[in-house]
T-cell receptor, first 110, second 118 residues
Framework: GIQVEQSPPDLILQEGANSTLRCNFS?????LQWFHQNPWGQLINLFY???GTKQNGRLSATTVATERYSLLYISSSQTTDSGVYFC????????????FGAGTRLFVKA | GAVVSQHPSRVICKSGTSVKIECRSL??????MFWYRQFPKQSLMLMAT?????????EQGVEKDKFLINHASLTLSTLTVTSAHPEDSSFYIC??????????????FGQGTRLTVV
């Protein structure tokens, strides 16, 4: 099956710093999403981004489908950005599945 | 964005009893719902996929008689953990998809249910 790898696995930032999270996937996909899981377990949709670049406030994402990777940029990080960031790819092969990477655990220090 | 509500958020039950978890799409029709299980500090593990009006498709290794899934309407899916044991204790999360066009596969997640079996 398709493999989804995220890096780095863990990241500690000082408040105000910028960071880039990466998601590599092993096969072609129909779509890709980025999520933030907060400390209470809720998964928040960040981006639905099969290709191209999108921005939402301090966050932006770029997916290069032909090269099978996506990047999530966090600028001017805040303590509330802490949590786990998941990349999930969607394959549609007679019924679709969402396959998650292992996640990047981010801690932003005040 | 679309809203998915999952209930209950926490449940404690005794070994041998059954627990039902509900997943509702509040403002859209969910043609497909997914159930995941998450262990501490791990990623989400897909348990099963359910389409409205048809039987759920379970992932390899997931006991269908243990984890009963019903998707009776376009806005409701339920997961029943039958004859629960302590090893069933986990965080269970549902997601729903069902838009149209290019965003038809976008997934929206419920708040999750933390199950503790004592």
């Amino acid at each position: 099956g398709i493999q989804v790898e995220q890096s780095p696995p863990d990241l500690i930032l000082q408040e105000g710093a910028n960071s880039t999270l990466r998601c590599n996937f092993s096969d072609s996909v129909n779509n890709l999403q980025w999520f933030h899981q907060n400390p209470w377990g809720q998964l928040i949709n960040l981006f639905y981004i099969p290709s191209g670049t999108k921005q939402n406030g301090r966050l932006s994402a770029t997916t290069v489908a032909t090269e099978r990777y996506s990047l999530l940029y966090i600028s001017s990080s805040q303590t509330t950005d802490s949590g786990v960031y998941f990349c999930a790819v969607i394959r549609n092969t007679g019924g679709f599945k969402t396959i998650f990477g292992a996640g990047t655990r981010l801690f932003v220090k005040a | 964005g679309a809203v998915v509500s999952q209930h209950p958020s926490r449940v404690i039950c005794k070994s041998g009893t059954s627990v039902k978890i509900e997943c509702r799409s509040l403002d859209f029709q969910a043609t497909t719902m997914f159930w995941y299980r998450q262990f501490p500090k791990q990623s989400l593990m897909l348990m099963a996929t359910s389409n409205e009006g048809s039987k759920a498709t379970y992932e390899q290794g997931v006991e269908k008689d243990k984890f009963l899934i019903n998707h009776a309407s376009l806005t409701l899916s339920t997961l029943t953990v039958t004859s629960a044991h302590p090893e069933d204790s986990s965080f269970y999360i549902c997601s729903a998809s069902g838009g149209y066009g290019v965003r038809s596969t976008e997934a929206f997640f419920g708040q999750g249910t933390r199950l503790t079996v004592v």
